[in-house]
């Protein structure tokens, strides 16, 4: 027969199948049986064992319950859940084993714990009918948007932006898992994506929720999952859904956002050698977060773009504003997230006081934008109010230094609660009366070694050696026996003891109610308290594109819709970053409606790569409202920026270097308009010459003659036939590296110069990578052979005469063809087809219609 606990602890397993139970015994969270044996090696720690009670030993391993927050981020990011059981009841009035139940599941879209503190964490939802939804929410800060488009490419592009941790999925979507690849996927049943869960909750949303049908379909499966996981929680800091508008925001696909470097190197995951890493001197973990939201969301309008670099421009002539406000903002705790903890109810005493000590800063925030010259800056005072008398109550209420458990003691300060300072002068002056007891029991016995202790188990004792025993008075009585000595009690102390320990009790009790009440005013507080983050989020934000543009020598962007891209003397904001001072060389661009297909040619190394990417880079900082590394600059709105750049295969998908490659192209050309901005670096390099060649050529003349087709395009190519396009298409034209030869080597200008690269100076780039001089020497011989067997009309300068068909053209297709794709074959009896059958075929023997 079982033993009651294992009994209790296999009926909760049962509630949460496929999950790792952590289930509370004391000052600890045991895990039993496969779960023990499965979560051990993960979390490295001893695996033992326990009597079951019917005969049988069990698995067991076990954490401390306040170390709880480091093991389970550990089991939950290698791909496992957890179900977090705990005690429902006081163990004081429990008859027989304490009440025990699942309070939560965590999950790898629901982990809230040691989370990375400038990248949000997200859970998302996908739904699909006719359209696609899509859903996301990081339940550390409450941030819960969605969004709803007809283009699956477009959906997985914004999925990509996020990259959930978790990602829920009807089972119709779950069978055809390629879209889905990568990611953490986690199947719910179709009832749980409809249902008036959500509408209940966001009463004043209902017009959101019925312009986005599916998306709401999506929020609903995600919010109902939040419900589910997290039983008898009310997830309060989740104040609003969000929404976002293709026309008002740039979408970078998963490319672009790749070869560009924005918030991710290519090398690591991590932010060194990227764009965030230069303009992110952001103070707070939020106003981090929000930062890298700015730039993998450029904006679109021309108002809301010159908004925010009016802010920039402010602080970038106030100096003193600007080091003012990065010293206060140094001192803020993370608003989100303590809100988070807040709604959750897992805020400590110290969370709170970050809460105050934060909120504590606003009077001089505002003072401080009050000053401003920037009316802008100024209109956020008005948010930063209303919380003083509030900050007042919660400083009153904490000590200082409050410890991280929550029934401790210790967290209420002096002064506060008139009964927390009646127990706590008990409490404290019970040592006080201990020792003075302890004196005079000295001068009663004449025993000058004797002395009182106090230990959990026997409470407090007077404690004499053998020797002096037997000079004990007769009201001591006899309590323990040590090896060296005798331990005893007399009933006056021990009426005292009873009263120091009932105090020490009912002080550790009443503080932790008053912190509950604290907790709960805080909560009242959640919606103003975040609107304070924001706000103080875009103000840190501000301050640090102003602080970055001063001290790199950034200028303002004018921002135009004509059409043109105009940059003097750009530089990468990245790379300049990593060399010394004045050792970049600068390039201007200039394209216009009329201009708008530059082909690059030179050797690599020369810096073709660089100055695209800079290109994209200052037009990418334009829309974001930030400063450019530029002398001047002129951009036009650009509603996306695509990007093919570098080689690599898909091993997963079974793709070469070279479908890849062309599926990158493909999507650019797909979604690519007049106003779009696309960098391509070298095109068709992974196939036969003439095949890669003849790609190559028909991309550059599908991006230079279709009608109203005219996107800002830079190419990069070492096919240098591509160069005589620039006779053949008024909108295309030839810029290079510049190059200076010495000898056999060459130095590499890094200066783009109008005009085409004469040759790639292939073996020059080789001999300076190092490769062996007699392997030189042979390719530059069989170079010679190649290029005087090589026909000099081959492809450069095609004869006027032959028409020259696209790649991307659509052949014509027979009015027979025609005539049967439009037959209404659900309509036609079998009778009728075959008569038409029979007329088609005497038609194509009489040669008609052909």
């Known amino acids: 027969m079982t033993t009651p606990m294992m009994h209790q602890y296999r009926g909760i397993k049962e509630k949460a199948p496929g999950t790792i139970l952590f289930y509370r015994l004391g000052d600890f969270y045991e895990m039993f049986g496969e779960d023990a044996e499965l979560a051990a090696p993960i979390l490295q720690i001893a695996l033992t064992g326990r009597d079951a009670g019917d005969g049988k030993r069990i698995a067991m391993c076990g954490v401390p319950y306040h170390a709880l927050d480091n093991y389970l981020s550990k089991l939950v990011k290698a791909g496992h859940k957890v179900a977090i059981c705990e005690q429902v009841e006081d163990a004081k009035n429990a008859k027989g084993i304490v009440k025990r139940d699942i309070i ?41 948007s969605m969004f709803q488009t007809p283009e699956l490419d477009v959906l997985l592009t914004e999925l990509s932006r996020i990259n959930p941790a978790e990602l829920l999925l009807p089972p119709e979507l779950m069978k055809k898992p390629k879209p889905w690849v990568g990611y953490y996927s986690t199947v719910r049943e179709g009832k749980t994506f409809c249902g008036q869960s959500l509408r209940e909750r966001f009463l004043n949303q209902q017009d959101l929720l019925q312009e986005f049908p599916v998306g709401t379909q999506a929020a609903t499966a995600l919010w109902v999952y939040i419900l589910e996981t997290m039983p008898g929680i009310d997830p309060t800091h989740i104040i609003e859904i969000t929404t976002f508008r293709s026309e008002h925001w740039m979408f970078l696909d998963q490319w672009t956002r790749r070869n560009l470097e924005l918030t991710e190197s290519l090398r690591s995951t991590d932010k060194k050698g990227t764009l965030l890493s230069v303009l992110d001197l952001t103070q707070t973990a939020f106003g981090g977060r929000l930062l890298k939201h700015w730039i ?154 004797l002395k009182i202790g106090y230990n959990k188990v026997f409470g407090y004792f007077i404690e004499i050696t053998h020797a002096n025993a037997h000079l004990s008075p007769p009201d001591y009585q006899r309590k323990q026996t040590l090896s060296n000595a005798e331990r005893f009690i007399t009933p006056e102390l021990k009426e005292y003891e009873q009263k120091i320990i009932g105090a020490e009790e009912k002080l550790k009790d009443l503080e932790y109610e008053l912190l509950l009440i604290l907790r709960e005013d805080v909560r009242a507080h959640i919606k103003t308290i975040l609107h304070i983050a924001q706000v103080l989020a875009e103000i840190d934000v501000f301050v640090s594109l102003a602080e970055v543009a001063v001290r790199n020598h950034y200028v303002r962007p004018q921002i135009k819709d004509d059409g043109q891209i105009l940059i003097t003397e750009g530089r990468h904001p990245v790379v300049e970053q990593m060399l010394e001072p004045g050792v970049f060389v600068p390039n201007d661009t200039l394209m216009s409606k009329s201009l708008h297909l530059a082909l690059i040619t030179g050797p690599n190394m020369a810096g073709k790569s660089t100055y695209m990417r800079q290109v994209a880079l200052i037009v990418l900082m334009a829309h974001i409202g930030s400063f450019v590394p530029a002398k001047k600059a002129s951009i036009t709105l650009v509603d996306r920026i695509f990007t093919r750049v570098g080689a690599s295969d898909d091993l997963a998908a079974g793709q070469s270097t070279f479908m890849v490659e062309m599926q990158e192209v493909a999507h650019i050309l797909k979604y690519a308009t007049g106003k779009s901005l696309i960098i391509l670096d070298e095109i068709g390099r992974g196939t036969a010459t003439f095949d890669g060649l003849s790609i190559a050529w028909a991309v550059a003349e599908h991006l230079v003659q279709q009608p109203k087709f005219n996107p800002k395009t830079l190419f990069a190519t070492h096919y240098h036939e591509l160069t005589h396009l620039q006779d053949d298409f008024s909108g295309l034209f030839n810029l290079h590296v510049g190059v200076k030869e010495r000898g056999e080597d060459i130095v590499f200008l890094h200066k783009i110069l109008p005009g085409k690269a004469d040759r790639s100076y292939g073996i020059q780039v080789a001999r300076l990578a190092g490769l062996p001089q007699n392997l030189l020497k042979r390719a530059k011989t069989l170079l010679l052979e190649l290029e005087s067997s090589q026909p000099t009309h081959a492809l450069s300068d095609p004869p006027k005469q032959v028409a020259q068909i696209s790649l991307f053209d659509v052949p014509q297709i027979h009015p027979i063809l025609q005539e049967i794709n439009k037959l209404p074959m659900e309509d036609m009896t079998a009778r009728q087809a075959l008569q038409y059958l029979f007329d088609l075929r005497e038609r194509i023997q009489s040669s008609e219609d052909l």
């Not at 999950?107 to 400038?118: A, D, I, Q, W």
């Not at 100096?319 to 809100?339: G, I, Q, T």
Request: net charge negative.
């Open 104 to 144: 939560r599941i965590v999950s790898p879209g629901t982990l809230t714990e040691s989370l990375s503190e400038r990248t949000n964490h997200y859970l998302a939802s996908v739904y699909h009918d006719m359209d696609w939804g899509l859903a996301f929410l990081d339940l550390s800060t409450g941030e819960f």
């Open 296 to 449: 993998d969301k450029p904006l679109l309008r021309q108002d809301a773009i010159n908004q925010r670099l009016d802010v920039v421009e402010g602080l970038t002539s106030d100096s003193f504003l600007r080091r003012d406000l990065f010293k206060l903002l140094s001192e803020v705790y993370d608003l989100e997230r303590l809100m988070g903890k807040v709604s959750y109810g897992t805020a400590n005493a110290r969370d709170l006081l970050a809460l105050a000590q934060t909120l504590a800063l606003l009077p001089e925030i505002r003072t401080l934008l009050s000053a401003s010259s920037s009316e802008n800056l100024k209109s956020n005072v008005p948010h930063l109010e209303g919380l003083d008398s509030f900050v007042s109550k919660l400083q009153s209420a904490l000590n200082p230094n409050p410890p991280l458990t929550l029934r401790d003691g210790n967290i209420i300060k002096t002064g506060y609660s008139q009964e927390v300072d009646e127990l706590r002068s008990i409490s404290t002056g019970g040592k006080a009366w201990v020792a003075q007891l302890e004196n005079s029991e000295r001068e009663r016995t004449g025993i000058r070694s």
